[in-house]
């Protein structure tokens, strides 16, 4: 059976996703719905509705046979059907091959040293993504997942054979702020982060810092109690929250102050953090 999975957007160079420039691929649909998403439009799969269809200046959607269908060439990108669509969703969604994609990322050698799979959620299409990283590996590229780690990754050890590492999100530590800022189960993230960090998986474990919606003191603490004497090896990423393509309660938050990210790095290095990066 020909694996196929829906690719919302390939960024042919990106020094922000791992080590190096890579290749990003964003697959589409999510299994939570994190109050502060950054790019709403990739978590649910469009349902047809049409409403893009008709304000389309562009008039590069159409429905047929009940779907929206996207004319890549006709489409200007200026992200009307994404600003309209009240499903959190696009329609601009091709779904792909492994054969398909790694073609696209392999064609940007030498320019680059791999490739980092994102969303929405990657790790709802495993055997996808372990055909793919595959595909790349025998290419001579870097595979890395960035994943939110609602997904259990000790179910998936055929994936993480051909997979470098897991740039990790851990986006609150207590189970109920967890489940307000996102809707998800903390205890899979909390499994995943031991496991990974057992396999030697983890190239980077990142918080977003929100103010009043997440506990980014105890999650410090949490990651750090868990990963034990691994911390010190540990990149640590905290991520000043922007209201940059934001929707709903978060639309027009404040980010936090440089004054407020100081203190929190100063305490992650408190406990035991050596390589402690702000963004």
């Known amino acids: 059976m020909t694996l196929h999975a829906p690719v919302n957007k390939i960024i042919p160079f990106s020094l922000v996703d791992g080590p190096g420039s890579r290749c990003s691929v964003f697959l589409q649909g999510c299994n939570i719905a994190c109050a502060y998403c950054h790019n709403p439009e990739t978590q649910q799969l469009c349902v047809s509705c049409g409403t ?3 304000q389309c200046p562009a008039g590069a959607l159409t429905l047929q046979h009940g779907h929206v269908r996207w004319n890549k060439a006709v489409c ?5 059907c ?42 709802l299409h495993p055997e996808w993504l372990r055909e793919f990283f595959s595909l790349c590996r025998a290419a001579g590229l870097g595979t890395l997942i960035d994943s939110n ?16 590492g897991v740039m990790l999100d851990v986006k609150a530590w207590d189970s109920e702020v967890f489940r307000k800022l996102t809707s998800g189960d903390v205890n899979v993230v ?17 918080i977003v810092v929100v103010p009043g919606w997440n506990d980014p003191e105890a999650t ?4 750090a109690k868990a990963l034990g004497e691994r911390t010190a090896n540990t990149t640590l990423k905290l991520i000043k929250f922007r209201c940059f393509g934001v929707v709903g309660e978060l639309a027009n938050a404040s980010s936090p102050t440089d004054q407020r990210m100081a203190e929190l790095s100063e305490m992650a290095h408190d406990f035991g953090f050596t390589d402690v990066q702000l963004r």
Not at 82 to 109: D, F, G, W
Not at 220 to 223: M, P, Q, R, V, Y
């Open 149 to 164: 780690g609602c997904v259990d990754f000790s179910t998936h050890e055929d994936l993480l054979a051909v997979t470098d």
């Open 52 to 54: 893009c269809v008709e």
């Open 82 to 123: 994404i600003h309209v669509c009240m499903h959190r969703a696009s329609p601009k969604v091709e779904c792909l091959t492994p054969n398909e994609v790694a073609e696209v990322v392999c064609s940007y050698q030498p320019f680059i040293r791999g490739v980092t799979v994102s969303g929405g959620e990657c790790m």
């Open 220 to 223: 410090i603490a949490g990651i």
């Open 190 to 206: 909390k499994h995943n982060l031991a496991f990974l960090a057992e396999r030697e998986k983890i190239q980077e474990l990142r």
């Open 76 to 80: 200007v990108q200026c992200d009307t």
